[in-house]
């Protein structure tokens, strides 16, 4: 991290300095909400935006990263703290629930982890990704907030609103301009590759913003605009190709949209992982995922009314909404994500992998829903209907092996000059493997309510009645445990590809 241990006593008096004013920030906050009753949410956005301010500035300030490690990580732990305890109201004196003030240095850690430290070469896409954060997110909650009629959506438990998204684009893409202007890549880019850089980072940090919830909208909208950023960086040449796979997430989501395989949140969840993977990985990526989510979808819609019953008990619709969407395909997104910036194979095969988990479970649970045959609940093994969380049957687990089995088919001419029976022992194995555990999870930890009507299900809720809980957590639901199993699928598979290949 260091070219010599005395930058670190070089850097040392501009970190108290720093410590001093970003301290000071707060203090400001704290005293114009106290004392001139300034509302917290404006001394908020001033706060935000004179620190993300800095973080843009920053590396002109320090020789090398270490010290806004620190600053980054000791504000983590302070907002923390500050949170549960209710301290600092110029902060965190909004009437809504957030975590903002802990996602913001928690995304600088981020950047610096996959930019700054492994190659100082990406620190313009750091100090433009903190140009947008600085301005564009507090300007799109003033605008929704100030415009008359601002056409207001719901994502989960968070309210957006058409002209703050609006606000956030253009902002976004004319900061992202600016920044590369000032960056010279004016000179190394040429024109049309800045600005088509520029219009793919602010598409994909609106739909991050929308998608974002409790104040993570922060941590996503740096992932997606330092992505961007990374990728066309070292691949110039595919800046058009990029912003095409724009064109192509936003039609795929809309068309699945249109066919009622997802509700709105879902759409937007898509439309940014579809830009994402047909931009950032091509057909070498794209095509394990949209194997799931269509052979998946289309699963889910064969049979419906012989499912009915079985449907009435999940949690969910068919209609796939963005947690849906997050825990089935987050891991394997995380992984591509993380391959832009180290570029290593394993990312791959843990992709590969853990969109197997979730062909596994999905095609495995629409299957032996649909042939309704004896189920067994894991772990104990003993009989139960069908449709009972944890429960597997014959078809079932027949089902999950050809769902596993369908994600490998669509990734074996990618996965390397790997003996193909090896490849799909890895694959299979890894879907399957978190399958049972997806289903030993719902059988013991999953919230299980019983209705009105004595019928025992996965739902909170009946309509408007709380239904009473019989086992399980209630905060551990059917997304959570779709999560566990994505994200084991993805580190079996990581884990084999590094000992077995």
């Not at 928690?106 to 896409?125: C, K, N, Q, V, Y």
């Not at 739909?207 to 990728?231: K, P, Q, R, S, Y």
């Not at 062909?359 to 609940?377: H, L, N, R, S």
């Amino acid at each position: 991290m260091f070219d010599s241990v005395s930058e670190l006593w070089t850097d040392l008096p501009i970190f108290l300095a720093c410590t001093l004013f970003l301290l000071g920030l707060v203090g400001i906050g704290e005293w114009l909400n106290a004392r001139l009753h300034v509302s917290a949410e404006v001394t908020r956005r001033l706060i935000h935006a004179f620190t993300g301010l800095f973080v843009t500035l920053s590396p002109l300030l320090f020789t090398n990263p270490f010290w806004i490690y620190v600053l980054a990580l000791i504000f983590v732990a302070a907002n923390f703290i500050a949170i549960q305890h209710h301290w600092f109201q110029g902060m965190h004196g909004i009437s809504r629930k957030s975590w903002g003030t802990v996602t913001f240095p928690l995304a600088l850690l981020f950047a610096l982890i996959t930019s700054w430290s492994p190659d100082e070469g990406r620190i313009f896409a750091i100090q433009c990704t903190f140009l947008v954060l600085s301005f564009s997110d507090p300007l799109a909650s003033w605008v929704g907030m100030s415009v008359p009629k601002p056409m207001a959506y719901q994502i989960g438990e968070s309210k957006k609103s058409v002209a703050g998204s609006i606000a956030f684009a253009l902002s976004a893409f004319l900061l992202v301009l600016i920044g590369l202007y000032l960056n010279g890549f004016d000179l190394r880019w040429g024109w049309d590759t800045i600005i088509l850089a520029a219009f793919t980072s602010a598409v994909a940090a609106t739909l991050a913003e929308a998608l974002g919830g409790d104040g993570w909208d922060n941590f996503f909208m740096v992932v997606a605009i330092l992505t961007a950023l990374v990728f066309v960086n070292h691949h110039h040449g595919l800046a058009y190709y990029l912003a095409f796979s724009v064109l192509v997430g936003i039609g795929f989501a809309f068309s699945a949209w249109r066919l009622k395989f997802l509700d709105l949140s879902g759409t937007l969840a898509v439309a940014l992982f579809g830009m994402t993977v047909f931009g950032l990985g091509e057909w070498k990526w794209s095509l394990p995922g949209l194997t799931f989510f269509v052979l998946s979808s289309l699963l889910s819609k064969f049979g419906k009314k012989r499912k009915a019953a079985i449907e009435g008990k999940n949690e969910k619709t068919s209609r796939r909404d963005a947690g849906q969407v997050y825990a089935n395909g987050g891991f394997a997104w995380a992984m591509l994500v993380l391959y832009v910036f180290f570029q290593n194979e394993v990312f791959y095969w843990a992709f590969v992998a853990s969109f197997a988990a979730a062909a596994a479970d999905t095609w495995g649970t629409e299957i032996g829903g649909y042939f309704q045959g004896k189920t067994w609940q894991l772990p104990t093994f003993r009989l139960v209907p069908p449709g009972v969380s944890g429960g597997i049957s014959v078809s079932g687990t027949i089902g999950a092996l050809f769902g596993s089995g369908a994600v490998w088919l669509a990734s074996a001419a990618f996965l390397g000059d790997v003996w193909i029976w090896k490849g799909a022992f890895i694959i299979v194995g890894a879907g399957m493997v978190s399958m049972f555990l997806d289903s030993i999870l719902g059988g013991t930890v999953q919230a299980q309510y019983m209705d009105a009507s004595g019928v025992v299900v996965e739902r909170r809720y009946s309509g408007l009645v709380e239904n009473r809980l019989i086992a399980g957590y209630r905060w551990i639901n059917n997304d959570r445990v779709n999560l566990a199993n994505t994200f084991l699928g993805g580190i079996l598979g990581g884990l084999c590809y590094l000992w077995l290949i």
